[in-house]
């Protein structure tokens, strides 16, 4: 067999060979193509569907997208050991946002450590260097210079800096800032030259689930897009009587705060403003102050340097299911007035604790944040006509509006402080049912509530012990009594709830509570 290896096949090997071969070859024929084939391919090129690119967009708005940076004075003190003062636009550092204050501090620390670090801030006395405290993002909406950003961006600030998308650096003046908004104007110099500009869009025009691009300056990277869309629209965060914000998932970070929002058409839809995190992240949903909040405020800003809003003088709260029950009204919509402040626009037109204001000019008020909205839009001296439900009737009011004050502060009087007696509990059976034990005020105004039950109606409302009840479906009372005769009166009417002005230390409010089994 060794031989049959080393010498001349035979005519069998040959044939058995070949079959062999020819069976490797049908194998290679048909299960090896692919791989030898393969090395002839082009590159892979799937083809699927169309996908919207914010490219063309990007493009076209980011030369007017800028990155704000905020500075104050930092300069050394003369005489109090520390080595350092801190002058933030006549604010010390106490006033400083929480996270500023450890960035400072340790300047003030290290002040301590030598000569060489004191001059680095200038001598004792002189008069300090600029020092970066914050840094946002913000938009040119003129040709000639003028930026939109955040207050809470320029707020702390006494020097500012527009970092251009090609990296120029330019000083900016600041024009005017509303708090109430959170909205300032910057202006800077271009020395002739004419900035890109974007315009506003239209919020008849902005639907939920719009695609939106966020261009801005998150944690200070320079300019930065992302993308996605209105996710909501009228959100009210608790930041000021005139929230009405959009809510977006395109990615915000800090320092993207003052920077727009656009739609496919780069039309600022939007000012980024404030996120939700639990991270300090994005987290995918983000508040921007809407374009026809903005746009008004920015114009006055850039005319006068402020702000004018129309003014009531009435405090107001929303028209709950229960309140709007009490009341008669057949939908919980507008605002309730709970005090009408003497000397306003409101009490000389004769607005009274109790009106529920319905209609402004025709149109119907949805609640109280939506009344603030619209009377603040409206220049001072305007005249509304306002309907009114009152005593289950409708009326109308006509008022011309006063000035916001710049300062008014949003609290009622304060009664001053009351003594603790020993009150006389009322044994009536209508209001131990509602849960409360009152006696006569000190003052002989109104009910203190002397005590509650915690299992109550009147608890869950959150009525407390030493609070007032002042009045009773808007009729004034100062006897248990009287509370029941009112009750009596609007089961008579049909109503199963009244009405319950409460008096304490924070204010005046209403309540409604129920009164379907009260005799």
């Known amino acids: 067999m060794l031989k049959n290896f080393r010498g001349r096949p035979s005519l069998k090997t040959v044939l058995q060979a070949s079959t062999v071969a020819g069976l490797a070859a049908a194998v290679l024929a048909t299960g090896i193509p692919v791989e030898i084939s393969r090395s002839y391919a082009e590159a892979v090129n799937v083809q699927s569907p169309s996908v919207p690119s914010f490219a063309n967009v990007v493009d076209a708005v980011s030369p007017a997208v800028v990155s704000v940076r905020v500075e104050s004075r930092v300069k050394p003190a003369s005489d109090d050991g520390d080595g350092f003062s801190f002058d933030f636009n006549g604010r010390g550092f106490d006033d400083l946002p929480d996270a500023l204050k450890p960035f400072f501090r340790q300047f003030g620390e290290q002040g301590h450590q030598g000569q060489n670090q004191q001059r680095r801030f200038g001598q004792p006395g002189g008069p300090g260097r600029l020092r970066p ?36 650096e330019l000083d900016a003046k600041l024009i005017g ?112 102050i809407p374009a026809s909040t903005a746009k008004d405020v920015v114009a006055d800003l850039m005319k006068d340097g402020t702000v004018s809003r129309g003014y009531l003088g009435v405090q107001i709260q929303p028209v709950t299911k229960d309140i709007a029950d009490s009341l008669g ?75 916001l004050p710049a300062d008014q502060q949003a609290s009622a009087g304060d009664d001053g402080d009351q003594q603790d007696q020993a009150q006389p509990p009322a044994s009536e059976k209508a209001l131990a049912d509602l849960g409360l034990t009152v006696g006569p005020a000190e003052d002989g105004k109104g009910l203190a509530i002397t005590a509650i039950d915690p299992n109550s109606d009147a608890a869950d409302k959150g009525i407390k012990e030493g609070e007032t009840i002042t009045s009773v479906n808007n009729q004034e009372v100062s006897s248990a009594d009287d509370v029941v005769r009112v009750i009596n009166q609007a089961k008579k009417d049909g109503r199963t709830r009244a009405l319950f002005q409460i008096q304490s230390k924070d204010g005046s409010r209403f309540v409604a509570l129920p009164i379907n089994g009260q005799g």
């Open 329 to 403: 009204l057949s939908e919980a919509n507008g605002a309730l007035v709970v005090s009408a402040q003497d000397g306003t626009p409101g009490q000389k037109a004769g607005m009274k604790a109790g009106d529920v204001v319905t209609a402004v000019n025709g149109e119907p008020v949805k609640d109280a944040r939506d009344l603030s909205r619209r009377i603040g839009a409206m220049a001072p001296g305007s005249k509304v006509e306002l309907s009114v439900w009152r005593s289950g009737k409708a009326q109308s009011v006509t008022v011309e509006l006063g000035t």
């Open 177 to 288: 800032k509303d708090p109430r908004t959170d909205l300032a104007v910057l202006k800077v110099d271009g020395k002739g030259r004419k900035f890109t500009y974007v315009n506003w869009a239209d919020d008849n025009k902005v639907r939920v689930g719009d695609w939106v691009v966020a261009v801005g300056n998150p944690f200070g990277l320079g300019g930065t897009v992302t993308a996605g869309i209105v996710s909501a629209r009228g959100r009210d965060i608790g930041s000021g009587p005139y929230d009405d914000y959009l809510q977006v998932d395109a990615a915000v970070n800090r320092g993207n705060s003052g920077g727009p929002t656009f739609n496919l058409n780069g039309q600022v839809v939007g000012i980024n403003t404030a996120i939700f995190s639990p991270s300090g992240g994005s987290v995918g949903i983000a508040f921007a």
């Open 133 to 168: 405290v914050a840094q946002g993002s913000g938009f040119f909406i003129t040709e000639d210079g003028y930026i939109v950003t955040n207050n809470h961006v320029v707020s702390d600030g006494s020097a500012f800096v527009a970092v251009l998308n090609d990296g120029t």
